[in-house]
Protein backbone atom coordinates (compact mmCIF):
# COMPACT_ATOMS: atom_id res chain seq x y z
CA UNK A 1 0.00 0.00 0.00
CA UNK A 2 1.46 3.50 -1.08
CA UNK A 3 2.10 5.90 1.84
CA UNK A 4 -0.49 8.53 1.28
CA UNK A 5 -3.04 5.81 1.15
CA UNK A 6 -2.43 4.71 4.36
CA UNK A 7 -2.63 8.28 5.84
CA UNK A 8 -5.72 9.17 4.53
CA UNK A 9 -7.20 5.53 5.23
CA UNK A 10 -5.98 6.70 8.90
CA UNK A 11 -7.53 10.54 8.19
CA UNK A 12 -11.11 8.41 7.09
CA UNK A 13 -11.16 5.89 10.33
CA UNK A 14 -10.16 8.78 12.49
CA UNK A 15 -13.21 10.76 11.36
CA UNK A 16 -15.69 7.89 11.40
CA UNK A 17 -14.56 7.33 15.16
CA UNK A 18 -14.73 10.77 16.00
CA UNK A 19 -18.50 11.02 14.83
CA UNK A 20 -18.82 7.90 16.59
CA UNK A 21 -17.40 9.25 19.77
CA UNK A 22 -19.94 12.31 19.21
CA UNK A 23 -22.65 9.95 19.09
CA UNK A 24 -21.62 8.45 22.47
CA UNK A 25 -19.88 11.02 24.36
CA UNK A 26 -20.95 9.86 27.76
CA UNK A 27 -19.81 6.18 27.19
CA UNK A 28 -16.49 8.01 25.20
CA UNK A 29 -16.09 10.14 28.51
CA UNK A 30 -15.92 6.53 30.73
CA UNK A 31 -13.43 4.96 28.29
CA UNK A 32 -10.96 8.15 28.35
CA UNK A 33 -11.12 8.03 32.03
CA UNK A 34 -10.41 4.40 32.37
CA UNK A 35 -7.69 4.53 29.77
CA UNK A 36 -6.04 7.68 31.43
CA UNK A 37 -5.96 5.46 34.43
CA UNK A 38 -4.71 2.72 33.26
CA UNK A 39 -2.07 4.69 32.36
CA UNK A 40 -1.58 6.38 35.36
CA UNK A 41 -1.68 2.64 37.01
CA UNK A 42 1.20 1.55 34.67
CA UNK A 43 3.32 4.57 35.02
CA UNK A 44 2.61 4.79 38.66
CA UNK A 45 4.09 1.19 38.49
CA UNK A 46 7.08 1.80 36.93
CA UNK A 47 7.76 4.66 38.56
CA UNK A 48 8.16 3.00 42.13
CA UNK A 49 9.78 -0.09 40.53
CA UNK A 50 12.65 3.22 39.47
CA UNK A 51 12.46 4.51 42.89
CA UNK A 52 13.01 1.25 43.95
CA UNK A 53 16.15 0.80 42.06
CA UNK A 54 17.56 3.92 43.02
CA UNK A 55 20.75 4.27 45.22
CA UNK A 56 20.40 7.75 46.62
CA UNK A 57 18.02 8.03 49.64
CA UNK A 58 16.10 11.01 48.89
CA UNK A 59 15.87 10.19 45.01
CA UNK A 60 14.58 6.88 46.24
CA UNK A 61 11.76 8.75 48.47
CA UNK A 62 10.99 11.23 45.71
CA UNK A 63 10.65 8.27 43.05
CA UNK A 64 8.26 5.64 45.30
CA UNK A 65 6.53 8.73 46.52
CA UNK A 66 5.81 10.05 43.27
CA UNK A 67 4.88 6.49 42.20
CA UNK A 68 2.60 5.93 44.50
CA UNK A 69 0.87 9.14 44.05
CA UNK A 70 0.21 8.05 40.72
CA UNK A 71 -0.83 4.25 41.21
CA UNK A 72 -3.36 5.96 43.87
CA UNK A 73 -4.90 8.14 41.13
CA UNK A 74 -5.01 5.49 38.57
CA UNK A 75 -6.64 3.11 40.82
CA UNK A 76 -9.16 5.92 41.98
CA UNK A 77 -9.61 6.76 38.03
CA UNK A 78 -10.21 3.53 37.40
CA UNK A 79 -12.34 2.20 40.24
CA UNK A 80 -14.62 5.13 40.33
CA UNK A 81 -15.06 6.62 36.91
CA UNK A 82 -17.48 8.92 37.13
CA UNK A 83 -15.71 10.76 39.91
CA UNK A 84 -12.96 10.31 37.52
CA UNK A 85 -14.59 12.33 34.55
CA UNK A 86 -16.18 14.74 36.90
CA UNK A 87 -11.99 15.51 38.38
CA UNK A 88 -11.23 14.71 34.53
CA UNK A 89 -14.19 17.57 32.80
CA UNK A 90 -12.83 20.13 35.87
CA UNK A 91 -9.37 20.03 34.78
CA UNK A 92 -10.31 20.66 31.42
CA UNK A 93 -12.01 23.08 31.92
CA UNK A 94 -9.49 25.26 34.15
CA UNK A 95 -7.14 24.89 31.19
CA UNK A 96 -9.42 25.67 28.62
CA UNK A 97 -10.21 29.07 30.66
CA UNK A 98 -6.34 29.79 31.40
CA UNK A 99 -5.26 28.76 27.65
CA UNK A 100 -8.26 31.33 26.89
CA UNK A 101 -6.84 34.21 29.75
CA UNK A 102 -2.60 33.53 27.96
CA UNK A 103 -4.44 34.44 24.65
CA UNK A 104 -5.73 37.26 25.87
CA UNK A 105 -2.60 38.64 27.36
CA UNK A 106 -0.94 37.60 24.55
CA UNK A 107 -3.24 39.73 22.29
CA UNK A 108 -2.34 42.29 24.11
CA UNK A 109 0.92 42.36 23.76
CA UNK A 110 -0.03 41.65 19.75
CA UNK A 111 -2.18 44.91 19.57
CA UNK A 112 0.55 46.41 16.65
CA UNK A 113 0.29 43.69 14.82
CA UNK A 114 -2.07 42.16 12.26
CA UNK A 115 -2.88 39.22 14.49
CA UNK A 116 -4.62 41.03 17.31
CA UNK A 117 -7.90 40.41 16.38
CA UNK A 118 -7.46 36.54 15.44
CA UNK A 119 -5.65 36.07 18.96
CA UNK A 120 -7.68 38.42 20.88
CA UNK A 121 -11.14 36.58 19.55
CA UNK A 122 -9.69 33.10 19.63
CA UNK A 123 -8.91 33.89 24.01
CA UNK A 124 -12.48 35.60 24.60
CA UNK A 125 -14.30 32.18 22.73
CA UNK A 126 -11.99 29.90 25.17
CA UNK A 127 -12.53 32.18 28.44
CA UNK A 128 -16.80 32.14 27.15
CA UNK A 129 -16.40 28.56 26.63
CA UNK A 130 -15.09 27.80 29.90
CA UNK A 131 -17.48 29.44 31.27
CA UNK A 132 -20.03 28.36 29.74
CA UNK A 133 -18.69 25.10 30.73
CA UNK A 134 -18.85 25.82 34.79
CA UNK A 135 -22.11 27.32 34.36
CA UNK A 136 -23.81 24.45 33.41
CA UNK A 137 -20.85 22.19 35.15
CA UNK A 138 -22.85 19.33 36.20
CA UNK A 139 -25.22 19.46 33.05
CA UNK A 140 -22.21 18.82 30.44
CA UNK A 141 -19.12 17.09 32.32
CA UNK A 142 -20.26 13.77 31.85
CA UNK A 143 -20.00 14.22 28.04
CA UNK A 144 -17.02 16.88 28.04
CA UNK A 145 -14.05 14.46 27.84
CA UNK A 146 -16.18 12.17 25.14
CA UNK A 147 -17.03 15.66 23.16
CA UNK A 148 -13.79 17.26 23.60
CA UNK A 149 -12.34 13.52 22.56
CA UNK A 150 -14.57 13.52 19.55
CA UNK A 151 -13.63 16.74 18.14
CA UNK A 152 -10.12 16.04 18.50
CA UNK A 153 -10.42 13.22 16.15
CA UNK A 154 -12.86 14.63 13.52
CA UNK A 155 -10.02 17.56 13.39
CA UNK A 156 -7.33 14.60 13.00
CA UNK A 157 -8.93 12.65 10.89
CA UNK A 158 -9.42 15.83 8.23
CA UNK A 159 -5.31 16.80 9.09
CA UNK A 160 -4.33 12.77 8.21
CA UNK A 161 -6.36 12.96 4.99
CA UNK A 162 -5.68 16.45 3.60
CA UNK A 163 -1.88 15.26 4.22
CA UNK A 164 -2.20 12.24 2.51
CA UNK A 165 -3.45 13.75 -0.21
CA UNK A 166 -0.93 16.24 -0.27
CA UNK A 167 1.32 13.03 -0.23
CA UNK A 168 -0.28 11.83 -3.27
CA UNK A 169 0.14 14.94 -5.17
CA UNK A 170 3.24 16.08 -4.35
CA UNK A 171 4.42 12.66 -5.58
CA UNK A 172 2.86 12.85 -8.68
CA UNK A 173 4.94 16.38 -9.22
CA UNK A 174 7.83 15.16 -8.28
CA UNK A 175 7.71 11.90 -10.73
CA UNK A 176 6.71 14.61 -13.41
CA UNK A 177 9.95 16.45 -13.02
CA UNK A 178 11.46 13.61 -12.93
CA UNK A 179 10.55 12.05 -15.81
CA UNK A 180 11.29 15.13 -17.40
CA UNK A 181 14.50 15.10 -16.37
CA UNK A 182 15.28 12.00 -17.96
CA UNK A 183 13.24 12.54 -20.95
CA UNK A 184 15.89 14.94 -22.24
Known amino acids: MKLWVKWLVTGILSVLFGIFVLANPVAASFAVTVVAGTLFIVSGAVQ ?6 VDEGSSKLMGIGLGALM ?5 SLVF ?4 GIISLATLATIFIGLNGVLRLVTSWR ?21 GYILANFFEIAPQLLGVLLGIELLFNGAGLIALGLFLRTVKGALNEKIEKRFDR
Open 110 to 130: MRETPLFWPMLISGVVSVLLA
Open 80 to 83: QPLQ
Open 71 to 75: LILGL
Open 48 to 53: IWAGLN
